[in-house]
């Protein structure tokens, strides 16, 4: 609809005129006759047509040559949109699928309809809320139809959603509220991950319904054998129990557990009695050795503050160290080293993990000769008592701010005097402080070379930053995190496998399963020049070609079944072959199996908050009714200009062809 329409010229009015002239002297040229012979047989009116029509249309096509520009206020109207959403998971039968069947021929002469659907091997109701609410922002939402049972086992709860949606959603209740008899697992909290040798926690909800007085038991199995069981009673006829249960991780790799509650006779649904789960279980046993020439406080400090984690083990090495078990060990702390008082083979500890100590009794000469990012010149025997100032820009890993300022409060190190040159691929994590004056001088610089992490301490006397923790705050908890947080960064090596896969080890059977791979050349730089394959065997062996992207590889796998998959990835770079093999666990969600009540009081709430109103399958047809008494639901008109050249216009070639044609057809009845 246009209110009003304007022509708009770039050029001076007055060439409007000069395409008028030309238009009239065209005109003229072309039927102007000294003998007027050949127009007698011809009436006058068509006469003076010809050379009206070709005046017209020579000046359409000069007016055409300025490209004028149309000016147009545009009214539009939009009706209220109406998004019929359709629960299809698993919970829902076929036969519900009613807002897909219905015939909405009455709804759409006044509404614009829309048709969503969600769910399926679970159902996240809020998620659905949410994506309408961000979808329909700013158009004219006027009404959400959500045809459920309720059940919901994903996401936050509907009706905490329902407050991000403006309009109301009127409920279309689904399903069978009856509770009938029937045991089932129906939550389960766990971590996807445990270390090798530790207890890990799992927590099992049962639930059960009109089987009060009975007894169950309740069993977790591993790789077909029992690792726990344990009587349940049920105590009524709606009876839930969450167990605590202590599992130990004795075995590295994907662990399946399935968590089992024995049916009883004549239950509803048997499928929800079972469920399994996958655990990662790390080997993250590390050993850890100190080594000093002379016993000294800050080693009894160190191996109090690492041995908290029961994943290292830690081995102190006095005056003589072991060949045999340093090339055992995943990180050396070195205090006081090098010195003359103990021998080892410095070139194979240059290349392993360290934290160095850097005392009084440390040959500086022997230090720098190490290269292991930090130089020290020193001037005379001398040291100076310094503080931690933390750096800001350090990136390598986090500490509170709290802890922070609590370690700038520790009492001095004593630090070798002289002046320091830090390596580039080193970070500083404390500057020194001389008394009150803050320096560039390294006092924690943590950093790696070649793959290999190193980080390094200038000055002795760390017990008394862990006793002053203790008389601060009670507690070594701030020393002690500094330490983990250094042998976690050390202890932690790169991987310098040429070809690599990185994934997720555990999915669910819902979750797609991405893949991506690295390659590196000769120099340990990203190509991705070489096909890579990847063979995954599960039930049956598939391979499949990795994708190139960017530097590296990707492959979206979809949705697995659930189960256990190898996969080998493999490819060839200049004559030679490079593979890498992994394992990954897809876990079965049989979540719409483990609830089969419907929710109809959620459904109420969610209409009743809203504005709405909840309704039986029966009652589809009353819809256009309840939406037509309501107010707010009306259609849209809002105005804009638009602006479109004159010769994009289709009616202005239109008007040339029949101004053309016309003539045209005079000029052949009246001539031949």
């Given at each position: 609809?246009?209110?009003?329409?304007?022509?708009?010229?770039?050029?001076?009015?007055?060439?409007?005129?000069?395409?008028?002239?030309?238009?009239?002297?065209?005109?003229?040229?072309?039927?102007?006759?000294?003998?007027?012979?050949?127009?007698?047989?011809?009436?006058?009116?068509?006469?003076?047509?010809?050379?009206?029509?070709?005046?017209?249309?020579?000046?359409?096509?000069?007016?055409?040559?300025?490209?004028?520009?149309?000016?147009?206020?545009?009214?539009?109207?939009?009706?209220?949109?109406?998004?019929?959403?359709?629960?299809?998971?698993?919970?829902?039968?076929?036969?519900?699928?009613?807002l897909i069947s219905h015939d909405w021929k009455e709804?759409?002469?006044?509404?614009?309809?829309?048709?969503?659907?969600?769910?399926?091997?679970?159902?996240?109701?809020?998620?659905?809320?949410?994506?309408?609410?961000?979808?329909?922002?700013?158009?004219?939402?006027?009404?959400?139809?959500?045809?459920?049972?309720?059940?919901?086992?994903?996401?936050?709860?509907?009706?905490?959603?329902?407050?991000?949606?403006?309009?109301?959603?009127?409920?279309?209740?689904?399903?069978?509220?009856?509770?009938?008899?029937?045991?089932?697992?129906?939550?389960?909290?766990?971590?996807?991950?445990?270390?090798?040798?530790?207890?890990?926690?799992?927590?099992?909800?049962?639930?059960?319904?009109?089987?009060?007085?009975?007894?169950?038991?309740?069993?977790?199995?591993?790789?077909?054998?029992?690792?726990?069981?344990?009587?349940?009673?049920?105590?009524?006829?709606?009876?839930?129990?969450?167990?605590?249960?202590?599992?130990?991780?004795?075995?590295?790799?994907?662990?399946?557990?399935?968590?089992?509650?024995?049916?009883?006779?004549?239950?509803?649904?048997?499928?929800?009695?079972?469920?399994?789960?996958?655990?990662?279980?790390?080997?993250?046993?590390?050993?850890?050795?100190?080594?000093?020439?002379?016993?000294?406080?800050?080693?009894?400090?160190?191996?109090?503050?690492?041995?908290?984690?029961?994943?290292?083990?830690?081995?102190?090495?006095?005056?003589?160290?072991?060949?045999?078990?340093?090339?055992?060990?995943?990180?050396?702390?070195?205090?006081?080293?090098?010195?003359?008082?103990?021998?080892?083979?410095?070139?194979?500890?240059?290349?392993?993990?360290?934290?160095?100590?850097?005392?009084?009794?440390?040959?500086?000469?022997?230090?720098?000769?190490?290269?292991?990012?930090?130089?020290?010149?020193?001037?005379?025997?001398?040291?100076?008592?310094?503080?931690?100032?933390?750096?800001?820009?350090?990136?390598?890993?986090?500490?509170?701010?709290?802890?922070?300022?609590?370690?700038?409060?520790?009492?001095?190190?004593?630090?070798?005097?002289?002046?320091?040159?830090?390596?580039?691929?080193?970070?500083?994590?404390?500057?020194?402080?001389?008394?009150?004056?803050?320096?560039?001088?390294?006092?924690?610089?943590?950093?790696?070379?070649?793959?290999?992490?190193?980080?390094?301490?200038?000055?002795?006397?760390?017990?008394?930053?862990?006793?002053?923790?203790?008389?601060?705050?009670?507690?070594?908890?701030?020393?002690?995190?500094?330490?983990?947080?250094?042998?976690?960064?050390?202890?932690?090596?790169?991987?310098?496998?040429?070809?690599?896969?990185?994934?997720?080890?555990?999915?669910?059977?819902?979750?797609?399963?991405?893949?991506?791979?690295?390659?590196?050349?000769?120099?340990?730089?990203?190509?991705?020049?070489?096909?890579?394959?990847?063979?995954?065997?599960?039930?049956?062996?598939?391979?499949?070609?990795?994708?190139?992207?960017?530097?590296?590889?990707?492959?979206?796998?979809?949705?697995?079944?659930?189960?256990?998959?190898?996969?080998?990835?493999?490819?060839?770079?200049?004559?030679?072959?490079?593979?890498?093999?992994?394992?990954?666990?897809?876990?079965?969600?049989?979540?719409?199996?483990?609830?089969?009540?419907?929710?109809?009081?959620?459904?109420?709430?969610?209409?009743?908050?809203?504005?709405?109103?909840?309704?039986?399958?029966?009652?589809?047809?009353?819809?256009?009714?309840?939406?037509?008494?309501?107010?707010?639901?009306?259609?849209?008109?809002?105005?804009h200009t638009k602006y479109t050249e004159l010769l994009?216009?289709?009616?202005i070639f239109v008007l040339l062809m029949l101004l053309?044609?016309?003539?045209?057809?005079?000029?052949?009845?009246?001539?031949?």
């Amino acid at each position: 609809m246009f209110d009003t329409m304007q022509l708009l010229f770039d050029y001076p009015w007055y060439c409007i005129f000069l395409c008028l002239l030309g238009g009239a002297a065209y005109s003229a040229a072309l039927y102007w006759h000294k003998d007027k012979k050949d127009d007698s047989a011809m009436p006058r009116a068509m006469r003076i047509a010809l050379p009206v029509l070709r005046f017209v249309t020579i000046t359409i096509i000069a007016l055409l040559l300025m490209a004028p520009m149309v000016k147009r206020h545009v009214r539009e109207s939009e009706k209220p949109v109406v998004v019929l959403a359709q629960d299809v998971s698993e919970s829902v039968k076929e036969t519900e699928h009613m807002l897909i069947s219905h015939d909405w021929k009455e709804l759409r002469k006044k509404y614009e309809v829309v048709i969503d659907t969600f769910g399926g091997k679970t159902t996240d109701i809020g998620a659905e809320l949410q994506d309408l609410a961000n979808r329909y922002a700013g158009m004219n939402l006027g009404a959400v139809v959500l045809a459920t049972d309720g059940i919901f086992n994903q996401g936050q709860n509907p009706t905490t959603m329902a407050t991000n949606m403006t309009v109301p959603i009127y409920t279309v209740a689904l399903g069978d509220t009856t509770h009938y008899r029937d045991a089932m697992v129906t939550n389960i909290r766990y971590n996807r991950m445990a270390y090798l040798g530790n207890e890990f926690p799992i927590e099992v909800t049962v639930q059960a319904y009109q089987m009060n007085g009975e007894k169950a038991t309740l069993s977790v199995t591993r790789g077909g054998q029992r690792v726990f069981t344990k009587e349940i009673n049920y105590t009524g006829n709606h009876f839930s129990t969450t167990e605590s249960i202590a599992l130990e991780a004795d075995k590295a790799g994907l662990q399946s557990y399935t968590i089992a509650i024995a049916p009883g006779k004549g239950e509803f649904s048997e499928q929800n009695n079972v469920r399994t789960i996958a655990i990662e279980v790390i080997d993250g046993h590390q050993k850890i050795a100190i080594l000093a020439p002379t016993p000294h406080a800050d080693i009894s400090a160190l191996r109090q503050a690492i041995e908290k984690n029961a994943n290292y083990e830690v081995e102190v090495m006095l005056e003589k160290a072991d060949a045999s078990k340093l090339k055992e060990c995943d990180l050396l702390i070195l205090h006081n080293m090098p010195n003359t008082k103990m021998n080892v083979n410095w070139a194979e500890i240059g290349q392993m993990p360290a934290i160095y100590i850097v005392g009084t009794q440390t040959d500086i000469g022997r230090f720098n000769a190490l290269h292991c990012g930090l130089e020290i010149v020193a001037k005379a025997r001398k040291t100076d008592e310094v503080t931690a100032s933390h750096n800001n820009g350090f990136g390598l890993f986090a500490l509170s701010d709290d802890i922070c300022k609590q370690l700038e409060q520790m009492p001095p190190l004593s630090a070798p005097f002289g002046s320091y040159r830090l390596a580039g691929d080193m970070q500083c994590l404390f500057y020194a402080k001389i008394g009150t004056i803050a320096s560039d001088r390294p006092l924690i610089a943590l950093g790696q070379k070649e793959g290999v992490r190193r980080a390094i301490v200038v000055g002795e006397g760390l017990w008394r930053w862990r006793m002053h923790d203790y008389l601060m705050n009670e507690s070594h908890d701030n020393f002690d995190q500094l330490v983990e947080k250094m042998v976690v960064y050390t202890s932690l090596q790169n991987n310098k496998d040429r070809l690599h896969v990185n994934y997720e080890h555990i999915y669910r059977e819902s979750e797609p399963v991405v893949l991506e791979a690295e390659f590196y050349n000769d120099n340990f730089e990203p190509i991705n020049t070489p096909d890579v394959q990847i063979t995954i065997q599960g039930e049956k062996q598939q391979t499949y070609d990795f994708n190139k992207s960017g530097t590296g590889y990707a492959l979206n796998l979809g949705t697995l079944a659930p189960g256990h998959y190898s996969f080998t990835a493999s490819t060839v770079w200049n004559g030679k072959r490079f593979s890498t093999a992994g394992s990954l666990m897809v876990e079965e969600m049989n979540l719409e199996q483990m609830n089969l009540v419907a929710d109809h009081t959620m459904l109420n709430t969610l209409a009743q908050t809203t504005g709405g109103k909840m309704m039986g399958p029966q009652d589809l047809d009353k819809l256009a009714e309840l939406l037509a008494e309501r107010n707010d639901m009306k259609e849209m008109v809002y105005s804009h200009t638009k602006y479109t050249e004159l010769l994009n216009l289709p009616w202005i070639f239109v008007l040339l062809m029949l101004l053309l044609a016309a003539e045209w057809g005079i000029r052949k009845y009246f001539y031949n």
